[in-house]
């Protein structure tokens, strides 16, 4: 959707920096906008946007905050989950008028301090991803999934991404990664990776 | 993608929602978006002027009413799935908003926008006509109701006007109902490729009265007349209950779609009458 190119060299020479960018906010600008104010990743955010603005337009054009993905666009495979007011939800099915005055958390906004988050470290430590697209969708649906059920079982982990799809990875090593996640939470030793124990 | 330019407006207040839709002919109600947001991104669907319900004090309640349970405009799928009151009164219901879309979908898509969004294969329909609810119509000129089985007129049409706004859904307690369905992800995951609910009472080791109906196979969430014909009078036995199977879509127009034959979906609305008759005959005993 984004068209932007960087001409870093003139900065570089000390002259200009330019930057065309040919998004959705180009092809709205003549529409009707409005104000929306929220807080997103701790931060409180206000803009103008045209009413048909989704959400993750919102968040990846505006605020640039590109970890939220755009997969389907049709609300099936949850890339574009963002966490709203605690809920997972599909960004790319809201509008960002929705918002209005929520708390949104995006996967930018999940380490600490530089340290992951548990559900993220499960991802790194249980080889929970491939091309890594699904990713921060998964993991967000994972982190609420784990806020309402701090010890699911396999099946309600399976059942808790049926939101998310994943064409890499079969979903074993997210499966795994979640469960690491969950121990972790509970303050827990995370059970040992397969490949440690068939070694 | 995206929708088509509109305007939108969020109320604060049943009434202004009301004058704003009575002023506005081209308007259209939404309230968490999970059907409407798609279908306008699509461009299915191009209303000029979105009217956002959700900020509107006193419609996210489930209430008990005594003789029925009311699930008011801007509850959210999750949350019917997980109230206790429904899940005693309105099992089918509850089951039915339980396998609604997915995680992401329940926590915004609400009950009453899943009526009025009149889906073909949508779950909750199937469970409210079942058990024989009325929705709740309100409109600048006042309120009126409506019997589930008058609802659902067509595919994605409802019996709502443009000036109207579903309030609340109505339902009659039942003790025995419940929903199946065969995802189209398999399992319970996704909208319906075919799916029943059946609502049963019993009085004296017979069957007095019994509401079923089907989703998936036809044109809209529509009763299973012939089934119920067949199962009311009798011990609910498994006889009687191959008997409602036999009967599943008499009078109902199959068809055929993306995710199955006409004969297919015949078979699969005999099988879910079929589980749900028997699920809801043994939550009554």
Redesign the interface.
């Known amino acids: 959707m984004v068209l932007g190119t960087n001409l870093r060299f003139f900065r570089h020479i000390g002259v200009v920096e330019a930057r065309f960018q040919l998004g959705l906010n180009f092809l709205m600008k003549g529409e009707p906008h409005m104000q929306v104010s929220m807080t997103v990743n701790g931060q409180a955010v206000s803009g103008d946007v045209a009413p048909r603005t989704l959400l993750v337009h919102y968040l990846r054009e505006d605020l640039r905050l590109t970890g939220t993905h755009v997969g389907c666009e049709t609300s099936y495979c949850g890339a574009c989950t963002v966490i709203v007011d605690g809920k997972a939800v599909k960004s790319c099915t809201m509008l960002t008028a929705q918002a209005e005055g929520a708390e949104i958390t995006t996967i930018e906004g999940l380490a600490e301090n530089g340290d992951l988050h548990p559900v993220q470290e499960g991802f790194w430590e249980r080889h929970g991803l491939q091309c890594g697209f699904c990713t921060p969708g998964m993991i967000l649906s994972a982190v609420t999934l784990l806020e309402e059920n701090a010890d699911p079982s396999e099946d309600e982990i399976r059942l808790g991404i049926e939101g998310n799809l994943c064409r890499c990875t079969g979903y074993h090593n997210i499966v795994k990664a979640i469960e690491y996640a969950g121990a972790k939470l509970r303050g827990e030793e995370p059970a040992p990776a397969e490949w440690e124990v068939k070694a | 993608?995206?929708?088509?330019?509109?305007?939108?407006v969020?109320p604060s207040s049943l009434d202004e929602a009301l004058g704003t839709l009575a002023s506005n002919p081209g308007a259209k109600v939404m309230s968490g978006?999970?059907s409407l947001?798609?279908l306008?991104?699509?461009r299915l669907f191009s209303p000029e002027l979105?009217v956002?319900i959700?900020r509107i004090d006193g419609l996210d309640a489930i209430e008990d009413r005594g003789d029925h349970i009311a699930i008011g405009a801007l509850v959210r799928h999750e949350e019917t799935a997980a109230s206790p009151l429904v899940q005693e009164h309105a099992a089918a219901l509850a089951s039915a908003a339980a396998w609604t879309?997915?995680?992401?979908?329940r926590?915004?898509g609400t009950t009453c926008g899943a009526m009025a969004h009149a889906d073909i294969a949508a779950d909750q329909p199937a469970a409210a006509l079942a058990l024989g609810a009325t929705m709740v119509a309100a409109s600048s000129g006042g309120t009126r109701e409506i019997a589930a089985a008058d609802f659902f007129v067509d595919t994605l049409t409802s019996a709502l006007e443009t000036n109207e706004i579903l309030t609340e859904v109505r339902i009659p307690k039942s003790s025995a109902s419940a929903y199946d369905k065969l995802g189209r992800?398999g399992g319970h995951?996704d909208y319906a490729v075919a799916g029943a609910a059946a609502s049963v009472a019993m009085s004296g080791g017979t069957v007095s009265s019994a509401g079923i109906a089907l989703t998936g196979v036809g044109t809209k969430p529509t009763l299973a007349a012939g089934s119920v014909e067949a199962i009311v009078g009798t011990d609910g036995g498994a006889d009687a209950i191959a008997g409602a199977v036999a009967r599943a879509t008499e009078g109902v127009t199959v068809l055929e779609d993306l995710y199955g034959s006409a004969e297919y979906k015949a078979h699969l609305a005999g099988v879910y009458v079929g589980r749900a008759l028997e699920q809801a005959i043994a939550a009554s005993h």
């Open positions: 993608m995206f929708p088509r330019e509109f305007e939108y969020a978006g999970m947001i798609p306008m991104k699509l979105v956002d959700a879309g997915d995680r992401q979908v926590a915004r992800r995951t």
